[in-house]
């Protein structure tokens, strides 16, 4: 009897509880970390870089002198003369085309009396960024026609207060030949919107070309280096690849405005200027001073891979201009330079001193190899002509470097006729990684972090080569970089590392933007002339390369994965190196969730880990340079009982937890 009613105690306890039970379970996202999805590729999460919104001339190229060797269409743009009396050519711009094609413009200043005042004022990229106490390099290329002329060399404020000087005194030897020299000057007060001034003392007649003002405090204080700033926002990601120099640049406004690597390298005087693409690619958005100087080169580029510990990615043209330009193409029986231009570019990376390019490479200063892997031929190219011709670059690069391998395009768009005919072509021809690229509104981005689940396994793989949530819409001035775009980029940014088997890279795309020069929004990092900060956008890039991990593992609900159940999107890796699992979850929703996760597979989980959310009361919060971190992660402590933790996740957040597992 006893027995009989103690069973049916317990069947009624149970039937009571199970629902209970169920209900627990099916709250619970449980992960399972000894069972190996996918390994995660060190490249897996990267950075795009681009010459847009100011981003090399104005940007991360430290330059503060805006059009310092006279090439631009217009010689004296960004510089302005004044005099105490007019005197007709006492700034002359002079072309020495036939002895110097690369570097034909200088001017000369002639000065007849010592008792008039003559000065040039540069106002820099949007004015210049000057800080208090800093040291400031100005050079200048010469040749001495008539001694007697001293360069006053002062910076001055945005009130137009003479806030650092110095005296040139060039030599007085009169040459043909030009000679580089300069002095120092240390800046007195900080200003945002500063400029150069170079008055000229006594009389006598001067040459002057590539007349340079660089801060001393450069990233590694390299001269005529990067902006540090901004290049430690990049370090601090620790990107896995690099991928430059774009973007729509690399293919030009037509093919002799394409990007060539060959004329980046060696003395900075001598590489040949062109005109910037997105100078005038916007009507609303002009940006007439906008140039490549190529300070900033192949080799920088390479040097700056290196620098932050990323794999380089070289975009490199296919023989084709912008499709939305002049769409021109070299005809097939003309290629043969331009594949040349890519075997040239992978001896200059990895040749030893003994190759015609790794000696070049060698003289610059890097003796060891770039360690050059992977490239790009063609950046957002489409059609029957760019597979013909991507067919001849991929023979013979692999003829020559059978594993090297290389990204292709598959066009604008991440669906559409184009990508459907591209990537069927790509895929017959086994394509190693294709280039996919979404610029997209918020909901596109949560309704496809299931996009790569259905890709074969044992096929190309996939480079999410420029990507970003538009709060408007493609090429609007209004979008924006707010809490909403970045949540829903987390969002899909699960189904990319879900699907590490097959997506090997990512990065979001554009990088930089100058708050006064910019072309296109939203961008991944703003600046002005002495600020930078990153965007609700950069820090989810920041998590995910942060916390990359080495091997997928499941995250399932209800044994599938998470993929907007709930307004839930999760993934999760374990991590070698550091015997952690690391769990991604994205609430999109407007209400607070909490989630039980269970943490399976392990007998040496950690009773305590982290986790780092990033949120915000409001969906359309950004940060600026008044509240730079307005919208930033925030580190706490999660308590593990049982092999579960609870989840409070926050409305609309993203967060990051880390546990230890070993
Ligand atoms: O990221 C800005 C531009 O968008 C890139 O240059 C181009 O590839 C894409 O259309």
Not at 123 to 146: A, N, P, S
Not at 220 to 245: E, H, N, S, T, V
Not at 358 to 382: C, D, Q, S, Y
Not at 616 to 630: D, E, G, I, R, Y
Request: glycine letters at 8%.
């Amino acid at each position: 009897m006893y027995i009989k009613k103690l069973i049916a105690t317990s069947l009624l306890i149970t039937a009571l509880l199970l629902p209970v039970f169920m209900q627990a379970q099916k709250n619970m996202i449980t992960v399972s970390t000894n069972k190996i999805i996918a390994d995660v590729q060190p490249t897996m999460w990267g950075i795009f870089f681009e010459d847009i919104n100011l981003g090399a001339d104005g940007g991360i190229y430290a330059e503060m002198v805006k059009n310092r060797s006279f090439e631009f269409y217009k010689p004296l743009m960004g510089w302005t003369v004044t005099q105490s009396k007019f005197d007709e050519g006492s700034v002359l711009v002079t072309n020495r085309h036939e002895q110097d094609a690369a570097n034909p413009r200088f001017i000369r200043i002639t000065k007849n009396n010592a008792a008039d005042t003559l000065a040039l004022t540069n106002e820099g990229f949007r004015g210049m960024g000057i800080k208090k106490g800093l040291r400031y390099d100005f050079t200048v290329l010469y040749r001495q026609e008539t001694v007697g002329l001293k360069l006053h060399v002062q910076l001055i404020s945005m009130e137009g207060k003479v806030i650092g000087s110095s005296v040139f005194t060039p030599s007085d030897v009169i040459s043909k030949e030009w000679k580089n020299d300069g002095v120092s000057l240390t800046a007195t007060d900080t200003t945002l919107k500063g400029k150069l001034t170079i008055w000229f003392e006594g009389s006598g007649k001067i040459g002057l070309d590539m007349i340079s003002l660089f801060p001393e405090d450069t990233w590694k204080k390299r001269p005529g280096g990067m902006r540090a700033d901004m290049i430690q926002l990049l370090a601090d990601m620790k990107p896995g690849f690099i991928r430059f120099p774009g973007g729509c640049i690399v293919e030009g406004y037509d093919l002799g405005l394409r990007y060539q690597w060959k004329k980046t390298l060696g003395p900075i005087e001598q590489r040949q200027l062109i005109i910037n693409r997105w100078n005038s690619e916007f009507a609303h958005r002009p940006t007439p001073d906008y140039f490549q100087t190529f300070g900033l080169g192949f080799y920088e580029y390479f040097q700056l891979a290196e620098d932050i510990g990323a794999s380089p990615l070289p975009i490199l043209n296919a023989g084709m201009a912008c499709q939305f330009n002049s769409a021109e193409v070299v005809p097939l029986d003309e290629l043969d330079p331009y594949v040349q231009d890519a075997l040239d570019l992978i001896e200059f990376a990895n040749g030893d001193s003994t190759t015609q390019w790794g000696k070049i490479r060698t003289a610059m200063g890097h003796a060891a190899p770039f360690n050059l892997k992977m490239m790009g031929v063609g950046n957002e190219n489409w059609g029957p002509q760019y597979v013909e011709r991507l067919q001849i670059f991929s023979k013979a690069i692999k003829a020559r470097y059978p594993d090297f391998k290389l990204v292709n395009s598959s066009g604008t768009d991440p669906d559409g006729e184009r990508f459907d005919f591209l990537n069927a072509a790509l895929r017959k021809n086994n394509a190693d990684i294709i280039d996919e690229h979404y610029y997209r509104r918020p909901e596109w981005f949560l309704a496809n972090a299931n996009r790569y689940d259905n890709y074969p396994r044992n096929a190309s793989k996939i480079f999410a080569g420029e990507y970003a949530a538009q709060s408007d819409k493609t090429v609007s001035i209004d979008n924006k970089n707010n809490l909403q775009t970045a949540i829903a980029e987390a969002a899909f940014m699960t189904g990319l590392e879900r699907n590490a088997a097959v997506v090997n890279l990512a990065s979001y795309a554009p990088l930089f933007a100058h708050i006064d020069g910019w072309q296109w929004t939203p961008d991944l990092i703003w600046v002005n002339n002495l600020q930078s900060y990153g965007t609700p956008n950069y820090y989810v890039q920041k998590l995910y390369s942060t916390n990359k991990g080495t091997n997928v593992v499941p995250a399932l609900m209800d044994g599938k994965a998470v993929t907007g159940q709930d307004s839930l999107y999760v993934s999760s890796v374990i991590d070698k190196n550091t015997g952690d699992v690391i769990i991604k979850v994205v609430n999109a929703s407007v209400n607070a969730i909490n989630k039980t996760i269970a943490i399976t597979g392990t007998k040496k989980l950690s009773n305590t880990g982290t986790v780092t959310v990033l949120k915000s009361n409001l969906l359309q919060a950004v940060n600026s340079f008044a509240a730079p971190q307005m919208v930033s992660p925030v580190t706490a402590t999660v308590a593990v009982k049982s092999g579960k933790l609870n989840a409070a996740l926050p409305a609309n957040s993203f967060s990051v937890y880390r546990i230890a597992i070993q």
